[in-house]
Each structure stands twice: as structure tokens, then as C-alpha cells.
């Protein structure tokens, strides 16, 4: 495997907040992280990040994928006494946010808690607020306004060994992924157009990739994300564990991978030693499936981060996997056309 420090680019990615819908941040620092390693970068209508690195042939063009956005909070509502009401951007776990650090995409710092006496079994956006230290509605409106969006606080912090912990990993470590593949095969010489693809607003129904998907119209395509695991107490029955490499994903609740591409995928890593796990996740979904359905079809996979505490403030990754991940997704990108 070859070794690469994402730690330092994990922890830079993971610092702008980037609720799905709001972008902006995250996109411009991977434009400009991606510039020297493509012939064109640009952004679609939706706010797609797009770049793309030429074929030296007429082989296959391949779309890989990682999405930008995170989950977060929207302001409905600001209280006479200050506090602001909110509504969730993408699926979130209140037990697991409870009493959180929140920041502002302004940077304003708040406390996200329950109102009192609500039980956790109660626990939803309606029994939650944010707590800026307003003294009341007037004061709060000097710094925020209805239709503001807050996210957890992000950092990421190491673990033992190859462990990382912090947010928001999802999916920013598929993004990291990404980054390093562009660096990687830009003194290769691949024979097919290769796109890559940092989508918006998968958290809220994986719309970027379909938009991206139909324009490119690429006859293969990967997905880089997070997935879930079965290695702790409690958890599902589920093949995955951290550390034990790259998830090859078979299936989740919205997609079938193309079996070519499972088949590839794993005969590369056998061929090559890249360690390797078989993926089938039973609730969820990544943007796999709407690239899947691009256009009059797409042979798509799936390369998945095995993580823990997925949609929390804890997620919890190996560096191992992603170094997999790439390793397993440069082999299949170069093998294309030949």
C-alpha cells in the first residue's frame, strides 16, 4: 500500500462548515486543492464541484465521487427570550447531539439542548433549541437571523494507532480520498477522461450527483464514503470492522453495484494485497445511486470508510481504510480501457 499523511488534509477539510445547500466554503477550498492536479475545474448549476483529468485514449470515462456537505440545523424561529428553534438538514440522531457545541456559518458559537424534562425517548427538533447567551429576541437578531444554518463544532483529533475521531468525517475523509487519488493519477497516464466529483446535498436526498451524473454521463463511476460497522457492543450484525481496509459495497437500501465492478474491485485487491471488506449495508444510502442512473445507465461501485458514531460529534474512522480506498480505486481507474 502506499502511504499517504491524510491527517493533516482531513483535519483542514473538516474546518469549514458546509451544511448541505450551503456549500460554499468547503468548495472553494477544494477547488483550489484540486486545481494543479486537473485540466479543468468547474462548478454546475447546483454547486457541484466538477474537475476533470483528460485520457490519453479513447477508453471509458469514469466518474468518482465524494460528497461536501454536512448535516446540520436550520433557524426557524427565534424565541422572546432569545433561543432559537430549528429544524434538521439531513438525518439527525438527537440523542446523539444533545447538549452539543454548535457554530453559525457566521461563526457564532451556541448550545444545542432539549427543553427541560424531555425525556430521551422524546428527543426530536421540536423539543430542541439553541442557546446563543442572548439576553432576548432582540439581542439574538443582532447575530442571527431566521434561515441561518449551525452545524456541531469540527476538529478532528487522533487516536491510538491509524485512529481519528472528530467531525464532520462524513464525508469529508471520502473528500480527503478523492484529493489524493487527483494528486496521485495526475503523473499517470490514464487512457479515459476522469472526472472528479465533489457533489452537494447528499445528506438531503443525493441530489448533486444525479445533476453531476447526467451531465458527464460517465460509463463507470465509484462512490467514496462513510459506511457503518459491526465491531462495537450492541452494534447490528455487520461485516465491517476499522481496520480491516477498504469496504467493497455489494448493496445498501437504494442500490445493487454493478456486479463487473464488485467483481473488479476485488480481484485488484487480491491481485495487489490491498485489504479489503465486503460491504452490504442494510439501511441507508450514498450517492452510488444516483450516479447509478445516469443517463442511459451507469456501471457504478462503491468504496467505503468503515466508521463508528456516523452522524454524530464523535465519528471515528482508520486512516488504514482510506489509504485503501485509494489504493484499490488507483488500480481500478488505471486497469480501465486495457
Not at 21 to 34: N, S
Not at 178 to 202: H, K, M, N, P, R
Not at 266 to 274: D, F, G, M
Request: aromatic content about 6%; glycine content about 10%.
Amino acid at each position: 500500500m502506499k502511504q499517504r499523511n491524510l491527517y493533516p488534509l482531513l483535519g483542514e477539510l473538516c474546518s469549514p462548515a458546509s451544511i448541505s445547500g450551503r456549500e460554499d466554503g468547503i468548495r472553494a477550498l477544494l477547488a483550489e486543492k484540486i486545481l494543479p492536479f486537473a485540466h479543468e475545474v468547474r462548478f454546475d448549476a447546483l454547486g457541484n464541484l466538477i474537475a476533470k483529468k483528460e485520457g490519453a485514449g479513447n477508453a471509458p470515462s469514469v466518474m468518482l465521487c465524494a460528497h461536501m456537505d454536512e448535516i446540520g440545523f436550520l433557524v426557524t424561529f427565534i424565541e422572546e427570550n432569545g433561543m432559537l428553534r430549528i429544524a434538521p438538514v439531513g438525518g439527525i440522531h438527537f440523542s446523539a447531539v444533545a447538549y452539543a457545541e454548535v457554530v453559525s456559518e457566521s461563526g457564532i458559537p451556541g448550545v444545542l439542548v432539549p427543553e427541560g424534562k424531555t425525556k430521551p425517548e422524546e428527543y426530536g427538533a421540536l423539543k430542541f433549541y439553541i442557546d446563543i447567551g442572548a439576553n432576548d429576541r432582540k439581542d439574538a437578531e443582532k447575530k442571527v437571523s431566521v434561515g441561518d444554518c449551525f452545524v456541531q463544532r469540527s476538529g478532528v483529533r487522533r487516536l491510538m494507532h491509524s485512529c481519528v475521531a472528530g467531525r464532520p468525517l462524513d464525508d469529508r475523509v471520502g473528500c480527503a480520498v478523492l484529493l489524493s487519488l487527483a494528486e496521485e493519477l495526475w503523473t499517470e497516464q490514464t487512457e479515459g477522461d476522469i472526472y472528479y466529483v465533489f457533489s452537494v446535498q447528499e445528506e438531503v436526498g443525493c441530489r448533486g450527483a444525479m445533476t453531476a451524473a447526467f451531465g458527464i454521463a460517465p460509463e463507470y463511476g465509484l462512490c467514496f464514503d462513510v459506511t457503518a460497522t459491526g465491531d462495537v457492543p450492541g452494534a447490528s450484525p455487520m461485516a465491517c470492522k476499522l481496520g480491516e481496509g477498504a469496504a467493497v459495497k455489494i448493496k445498501d437500501r437504494s442500490v445493487i453495484c454493478h456486479e463487473e465492478v464488485v467483481q473488479t474491485l476485488c480481484r485488484l485487491a487480491k491481485e495487489q494485497r490491498i485489504p479489503h471488506q465486503r460491504e452490504i449495508l442494510t439501511a441507508g444510502g450514498t450517492d452510488t445511486s444516483s450516479m447509478q442512473l445516469a443517463g442511459s445507465g451507469c456501471r457504478v461501485g462503491a468504496l467505503s470508510i468503515p466508521s463508528r458514531y456516523i452522524h454524530s460529534g464523535v465519528e471515528m474512522c482508520d486512516l488504514k481504510d482510506a489509504n485503501a480506498c485509494a489504493d484499490l480505486a488507483a488500480a481500478f481507474v488505471k486497469q480501465i480501457g486495457q
